[in-house]
Each structure stands twice: as structure tokens, then as C-alpha cells.
């Protein structure tokens, strides 16, 4: 088939499929977000146009936003499909790096497709091209290596046939999900090249399922069998896996309870009796206690960030630690019996070794007693009060509001403990999307647009404060152009609360976060208008100063996104001092003279290195 290379390209992307965790055929790549420029215009773009029934194109208005929509995309299709951004040479390309690192934060897949500049050098230096004294092969487009999973830059049109089964290969799997990155010279998008046919043969990617070492899941099975406390805790693994049914089922027959992490959010109903709540600094204090007097630890599919084991605190010293993950990297981490492989197919291999072991019964009620005082805590924080609400009160609004296959986002600032900490979840599918690997902010609206193509069986709520709008809000316009409906809650509290509340509570004097506390040359500093400018973006806006008013605002946002397909916007004035604590520690370096230091001194010592293998 003689054909661009451009054109090679987008044929083999028509011509992957890919099965979803229910077995239904879709395409692997349902969207490409796209910037034209002088370096992918003619020939990927061109290649694009000629194709566009097939693979649809959606154009963004920030290189960072599309691409952090694909990733949104990426996570709400749990894994099973993926989005692509191109963009032009130079600027437009390093835009998009910081989707890049959010996607290889979070392993989830993404294409990014950037211009590159000639391969010829003929034209050098192009218009964007940034010159390396030292190496003329090197290009901006390298600054992706370090957060790509798989880079390639092509230099010959015949080395797609190479590199494309590999990157099929990291987009598709289990252990290496993360970005790929193929940068395209412009001038090799247009090379003509006699391509075999039976590459763009149709291939539908199914969900790998590695099985464990059978020895390695005996040892983990002799070490739950001698546990007297083992807690279960659920992270994304479980979620791409399609596994937590099986993890509640496992959990129900032997009585271990269970906590969840962040990425693993919404996998258990939150009335399920083995339910101990997240784990964790952003989570619930009823699972933290019954992390730290847990013998034995089984963690499935989890990378165990420092979020969810409050810096390697929130364990007992003399822990044992069991895990299961597809991916060795986080399987060996600190001193885990490491089982690796599927979290479905670990799960059903590790039943046989565990036949008729059940938890002491008053182990296992600890999860319903611990949740139960955390659940009071929630509905305290959670009580009507006067003035502006918290988002604590905000939270459960929507959480009330929300159906069973509705989703809700966010990703920065305080907002990511109240989801955490405070959301109660029907369970079943997977609904919600804390962005708390790379913690983007911006990522709360563009990644909510790429959401709401995934999701389309309910509707997307994205929460956000003031810091996060106005750090990254042109795909506001791009969802309400191309007609996606979703909701978002931007929360007004004048700055970066959460970042002044580490501040002021590490004793550091008030500085730069709250605009009362930053520099000015005015008297009576301009705000911003957030209603006006959500309006002028093309949304449907609706304003609230209270919480009654919020709930009514909030119902009618619902409605009218998606009747209008296009973005509902709810500017709410929030306490900028209101949290929900989970009473856990998190290591941030604190300065001797500091009042915070002393707490660090005594945390610290708490630390666990490297658990317990006997």
C-alpha cells in the first residue's frame, strides 16, 4: 500500500480494536485532540481529514488541555481505550509534557503525536526549532523521554513498521501502561513509502491476564494463613482488572476488611459491612486505625504512594506486606512478598491455598464499628450551617445529587480529601477520578471534557477551586463547542487555600496563596469574575452564595448540561479554611525554626523502610 507516512499511521490506528473489561468491541483510539501547526498540518493533518469518519477529531484550545483530555478519556474507558494529541514543533509540543507526566504518574495510556522538525536539516533553523550546540540530532521532543513509557522518533517512513507493535504493546498493557510518544519530522509525515498490507490488518486487543509464580502465591497464602488482623487494600489495578468483584467476594469468605486507595476510590459500596473507608492522609481515620493494627497487609494493584500510607506511617513497624500488582516495579516495593500478576486471575489463583481460612469474627467487625464513627464525622461536617458553605457540605450535595453511574472528578488543593475522605460510593463501576499521582491542577476541567466522551451511561461532575480554573480553562470552551455535557463546581475560596493551610500549619507566616497575603500595587485589587468568564467560554452558568442555593443551583446545573450538551459552570464562595482530616502524616521538609518541626521529629522515626518478611 503506497501511502505518507502520516497516512501509514492514522490507517493503523483506524485498525486497532480493542475489548472492553464486558467484552464489547470498540475502537482502541475513539479520539485525537489536535492543534495544527506549520509541523503536522499537511501531513498528519491531512491524513486525519481524509480519514475523519473513522477516527474522530476534536480540536483543542491549549496543547497541556487536549492532551490532559485524553487522559481523562483514558481513565473514565478504565484502561481499555485511548486518546491521542498531536500538536506542531516547539512550544506546542512542550505543552504538552505535563499531560505526559500526569498520564506515566497515573499509568494510564496516552498517544502523543508532536511535530518534529526536518530530518533533512535542509531548512534549519525552522520557524520554533530551538538549536543544540552540542547535538543537532536533539530536539525539544526529547525533553518527552523522561516521561514517556515508550519514545520514538521517526526518521524513515518503513520504521513504523517496527515500532508500532510496540507501541500497541505499552498502551495496552497491564505492567507498562503509560505514554507513548512518536515524534513525527514533517518533512518524514510526507514520505512516500511502499507499506505491507498486513499492517493495518484489524487486531483486537484483549485485557492481558498474567498469571502469578505458583510459588509465590503459596508463600502469600502461608503468610495470610498466619495473620490474625490482615486488612485488603484495593488500588487501580483492581479498577483496570475488572476485578473488585472478585476482591469483594474474596474479601466476604475469609472476613478480612477492606480500605481502598485513591486511584481505587468507588470500587466498594460504602454500606458493605467489610468497608473500613480509604486509606490514607486524603482518606478516613476509621481505615488508618485499622491500618496500624494490621498484622498483615494483602495490597492489590496499588502503588502505594505516599497519600495512601501517609509517608509509610500509617502501618504498624512490624507489618507484613503481600502484593499483588502486574508490575514488578511496585510489586518489590519496600521488602513485599511480591505476587505478580493480574489482579483477577492472583485473586482466583490464590482461593485454592486459602480453602476454609476465615478472620477471628471480632477482626472483621471492626471495619462496620471504626466506619461508623467516621461516618458520624462525615455527617457533622456535612450539617447545614449559615454562611459560605465548605466543601465538606458541597461534596455531599452532589453526592446526594448523583445517580449510581454518574462520575465525579478532581485533582488539586483540599478538594481531592473531601472527595477521598468523604464520598460515598453505591459501588459496582468504578465513578470517580481523583487525578492524585501527578496532582494537575487543570487537569479538573480539561480531563472532565475527555471524560465525558468515555463516560456516556451517566453524568461528569468535576470539582475545582478558584487556583485550578485559572490555571488551565480554554477545553471549558472546547467541551461546550464540540457539545459534551458535564458539570463543574468551581469553588471561590481568594487562592490557594490548602497550600496556606500546609504553610501557616508547618509555622511559616501567611505568604503568596491567599491574594490578602500577596503583593499589589492596588489599594483594591481586581477579582475575577468567574461567571462572567465560564459564560463567555460558551457554558450554561449558574451562581450560589449559600448551601440551600447550591443544591438548587447544582440540580439545575445537572439538567441543564445535558439538555444544552454543553458545560453547566456553579460559581460557589467556599470557607477557605474548612477540612476534612483524616489524622494522618505527611512528609514535607520543614525548616528547623519552624513550630512544625517537632512533629516531623516525631514522625519520622515512624517510617516503614522495609517490612516484615518472617
Known sequence: MRLTTAQALVAWLVAQRSATLDGVEVPLFPAVFAIFGHGNVLGLGTALEERRDEIPVWRGHTEEGMALAAVGLAKAANRRQVGIATSSIGPGALNMVTAAGVAHANRLPLLLLPGDTFVSRAPDPVLQQVENYGDPTSTVNDAFRPVSRYFDRI???????????????????????????????????????????????????????????????????????????????????????????????????????ITETTAGRTLVPHDHSLYAGPLGVTGAASANALAAAADVVLAVGTRLQDFTTASWTVFSPNVRLVHINAARFDAVKHGALAVVGDADATLVDLAPDLKGWRVDADWTAQALTVRADWDAHIDKLRTPTSGPPSYAQLVGIVNDLSGPTD????????????????????????????????SCMGYELAGAWGAAMAHTEGLVTTMLGDGSYLMLNSELFSAAFAGHPMVAVVCDNDGYAVIARLQEGQGGA?????????????????????????????????????????????????????VERRPAVIVVRTQPSSWTEAGAWWEVGVPQHLSGREGYDESKPRQLRVARRG
Open 510 to 562: 501567611p505568604f503568596n496563596n491567599f491574594y490578602a497575603n500577596c503583593r499589589t500595587q492596588h489599594a483594591t485589587p481586581p477579582r475575577v469574575d468567574f461567571a462572567a468568564h465560564a459564560k463567555a467560554l460558551g457554558c450554561v452558568v449558574f451562581t450560589a452564595s449559600e448551601l440551600t442555593e447550591f443544591a438548587d443551583a447544582y440540580a439545575r446545573a445537572r439538567t441543564a448540561a445535558i
Open 155 to 257: 526518521t524513515r517512513p518503513e520504521q513504523l513498521i517496527a515500532t508500532l507493535p510496540q507501541v500497541a504493546r505499552v498502551l495496552t498493557d497491564p505492567a507498562d501502561a503509560g505514554p507513548v510518544t512518536l515524534a513525527l519530522p514533517q518533512d518524514v509525515q510526507a514520505e512516500v513509502y511502499d507499506f505491507p498490507d498486513a499492517l493495518f490488518d484489524t487486531i483486537v486487543h484483549h485485557v492481558p491476564r498474567p498469571r502469578p509464580d505458583r510459588r509465590s502465591v503459596a508463600a502469600a497464602a502461608e503468610v495470610l494463613r498466619s495473620a490474625k488482623r490482615p486488612l485488603l487494600v484495593l488500588g487501580g489495578g483492581v479498577r483496570y482488572s475488572g476485578a473488585g468483584e472478585r476482591a469483594l467476594e474474596f474479601a466476604q469468605r475469609h472476613g478480612i476488611p
Open 407 to 438: 462520575y465525579v472528578m478532581t485533582a488539586s488543593g483540599g478538594l481531592p480529601g473531601e472527595l477521598v475522605g468523604g464520598w460515598r460510593a453505591a459501588g459496582g463501576n468504578p465513578t470517580m477520578d481523583v487525578e492524585y499521582g501527578f
